[in-house]
């Protein structure tokens, strides 16, 4: 990652590590709920009851812009993985060629109102 990051967003780094690695449904809302702030789009998935979150987009170009635009940093400084789930569901994945498969998973539009127990409701209600 880079030097760079602003203060307002260095809070997001953690958030990282929720796109990458499966952690409790709480620290998922977090990530969600700040990413509403300035993503129209999320995709959360589920395995047991641990959950990852990623921006969405249509390919890893705009998903790599996407992802440096929500870190404040120029998209050249950081590089990502990514896999397309459907034709136009692509997010962040650490290894797209070995990946854990989730049990569940949803393409979620975001309400930059709501609170963290709509997003809670949003995310078990759709993925079980």
Same mark, same amino acid.
């Given at each position: 990652?880079?030097?760079?990051?602003?203060?307002? !967003?260095?809070?997001?780094?953690? *958030?990282?590590?929720?796109?990458?690695?499966?952690?409790?449904?709480? =620290?998922? @809302?977090?990530? %969600?709920?700040?990413?509403?702030?300035?993503?129209?789009?999320?995709?959360?998935?589920?395995?047991?009851?641990?959950?990852?979150?990623?921006?969405?987009?249509?390919?890893?170009?705009p998903l790599h812009r996407t992802v440096a !635009?929500?870190?404040?940093?120029? *998209?050249?400084?950081?590089?990502?993985?990514?896999?397309?789930?459907? =034709?136009? @569901?692509?997010? %962040?994945?650490?290894?797209?060629?070995?990946?854990?498969?989730?049990?569940?998973?949803?393409?979620?539009?975001?309400?930059?109102?709501?609170?963290?127990?709509?997003?809670?409701?949003?995310?078990?209600?759709?993925?079980?």
């Amino acid at each position: 990652m880079s030097d760079d990051f602003t203060v307002e !967003n260095r809070h997001r780094l953690a *958030y990282i590590d929720a796109m990458q690695h499966w952690l409790s449904l709480d =620290d998922v @809302v977090a990530a %969600v709920l700040d990413a509403a702030t300035d993503q129209q789009r999320v995709y959360v998935e589920r395995r047991g009851n641990t959950y990852r979150w990623s921006p969405v987009s249509n390919s890893g170009y705009p998903l790599h812009r996407t992802v440096a !635009n929500y870190l404040g940093v120029d *998209y050249t400084r950081i590089y990502i993985g990514f896999r397309n789930v459907t =034709d136009d @569901v692509c997010i %962040v994945c650490e290894d797209p060629k070995n990946f854990e498969a989730p049990d569940a998973w949803a393409a979620m539009d975001l309400d930059p109102l709501a609170g963290e127990d709509e997003v809670r409701e949003a995310i078990t209600s759709r993925l079980g």
